[in-house]
């Protein structure tokens, strides 16, 4: 048989992108690298050496690309190429694929992609030699034309089939691209998977925030077995589907999402010889990070190129939900404190906001709580700044777990802290705010800290002055702050209604 011959054509010398995947220890095929040739030159050796694959490293406008395959277009037997880019558009993709790229893989790659994709150009290599020869012998046979074409009919339907696929993959990922909705692309997946891969049930799982199991089709049998349904039932088939892929995490609140079945799938159960439900189920992950499962079960055993495409699709689905995953990282320190763990300051406008907002529309009561450490200037000067962002940090804990999860606590600034309690009065904002001293208190207390702690806390409430703006509550609650360092700190003191159906006028540290 053959030996599969590959040739990579790179930007740099040994040590770029191209070079280092191709001469990687995990990439299964034996890959001879050129460095920095003219496209002509290219051509004239593979005339006297010819290879099955060509990688090429290539960048936006993609001129080397675009050059090679005009100094080999009258070639019978070019070889498949392969372009890894780092950054390409789909326009330029689909302009590239048009003058005759096979495959493009794009952005940082790893070896698997990059193996995946030389396996698929492999297959389109062999399969064109195939016809090239049942062709050759058309035209010398005297004999079985019928079969002879019956077999390169049946060739071209496996290209045209392999073809569909590597499109519904290109679909895949442009999708995938342009909404970060993983709802929407899963629905989208369970419409069209089923031209290629005839399943009973698709579930995706994934651990990317709260995790989620996505369900669409039949269920397992059994599954409901000893579970009584709801949270209970969704975090019991979640541990099952890590503990069968051999997955650590934790699962706490999952969620569950079931989707409508496409036309025409089959949710009768169908097992092989054994008893045993047809499935196939990979664990997903990026590097040794795990991201999720997917687990598909089938109406009969699955076929190779079942296998190589569900692989494709793991692949895809691992990189999406591990980018997913960062961007959420990216938010959450956008939106939070990092000293602290609670939201910022640019949060607590917006929220404010929008809790204001709902309280002028459904008329539910909102509380404001102010919260001031008591010379908290004397902790940095006597103990030093360590000393005060560990007192600063320990708040913030103490305060976060005292809150619902309908709460919102925030940084305010220095060493204030704001507290929003929708669908709360002052009056039960009160007792919340006095667990929150004595426990202070406490925390002062222990061996932790070897010297005195307190806080002075303001109160104040949207019924207890007419609507006007959210900056009126918080500079009553200001003002009530301010009271209880006036007349000795330590302390809780709420905000008086104002007598005259006006919001006091109160001191106010920053808008709003």
């Known amino acids: 048989m053959k030996e599969d011959r590959l040739m990579a054509w790179v930007e740099g010398g040994d040590t770029s992108r191209a070079a280092t995947l191709a001469t990687s220890p995990d990439f299964p095929f034996p890959v001879d690298v050129e460095p920095g040739t003219e496209a002509d030159r290219i051509a004239e050796r593979l005339s006297r050496d010819p290879r099955d694959v060509i990688l090429i490293e290539d960048s936006p406008p993609f001129q080397r690309t675009i050059r090679f395959l005009e100094a080999t277009e009258e070639r019978r037997n070019r070889p498949v190429i392969v372009v890894l880019a780092r950054n390409i558009g789909v326009p330029a993709a689909v302009s590239l694929m048009e003058r005759g790229v096979f495959t493009i893989v794009s952005g940082e790659c790893t070896v698997e992609q990059a193996a995946s994709a030389v396996s698929r150009a492999l297959a389109n290599r062999r399969a064109f030699e195939k016809i090239m020869e049942l062709s050759d012998s058309l035209r010398e046979s005297e004999g079985t034309i019928e079969t002879l074409s019956a077999r390169v009919a049946a060739d071209r339907d496996r290209l045209a089939k392999v073809n569909e696929e590597l499109n519904f993959l290109l ?70 589907l890590l503990d069968r892929n051999g997955l650590c995490a934790e699962v706490q609140e999952p969620v569950r999402k079931e989707f409508p079945s496409p036309p025409g799938i089959s949710t009768s159960p169908v097992r092989d010889g054994a008893g045993r439900a047809y499935r196939w189920e990979t664990g997903l992950s990026f590097g040794t990070h795990p991201v999720g499962v997917l687990s598909v079960r089938l109406n009969r055993a699955p076929t190779e190129e079942m296998k190589r495409l569900l692989r494709s699709l793991s692949a895809q689905l691992s990189l999406f939900l591990h980018n997913t995953a960062e961007r959420e990282k990216v938010r959450e320190m956008a939106v939070h404190d990092a000293l602290t763990g609670l939201y910022n300051f640019r949060s607590f406008r917006e929220v404010l906001g929008r809790e204001f907002e709902r309280f002028l529309r ?23 700044h360590q000393a005060g962002d560990m007192v600063l940090h320990r708040i913030g804990d103490l305060i976060r777990r005292n809150l619902r999860k309908t709460d919102y606590g925030f940084r305010y600034g220095g060493d204030e802290f704001v ?48 609507p006007g703006d959210p900056v009126e509550l918080l500079k009553r609650a200001d003002t009530a702050l301010y009271r209880a360092k006036e007349i000795g700190r330590d302390r809780v003191v709420i905000a008086e209604p104002a007598a005259d159906g006006t919001a006091g006028e109160g001191k106010c540290d920053a808008l709003v």
């Open 362 to 384: 459904y008329g539910r009561n909102l509380a404001l709580m102010m919260i001031d450490l008591d010379d908290f200037k004397n902790v940095n000067d006597r103990f030093g």
């Open 419 to 466: 507290v929003l309690l929708p669908d709360r009065s002052a009056g039960q904002a009160e007792i919340l705010a006095r667990r929150i001293l004595l426990a202070v208190r406490r925390m002062g207390n222990s061996s932790h800290f070897r010297f005195p702690i307190s806080v002075s806390i303001g109160i104040a409430d949207c019924a207890a002055f007419p």
């Open 171 to 240: 679909d895949l990922a442009t999708s995938l691209h342009k909404d970060p909705d993983l709802d929407t692309a899963f629905e989208w997946l369970c419409a069209n998977l089923v031209r290629f891969v005839p399943f009973r049930a698709f579930e995706l799982l994934s651990l990317v925030g709260a995790p989620t199991l996505r369900i669409c089709g039949a269920e397992e049998d059994g599954w409901r077995e000893g579970n009584p349904g709801g949270t209970a039932l969704t975090r019991a088939r979640i541990r099952t």
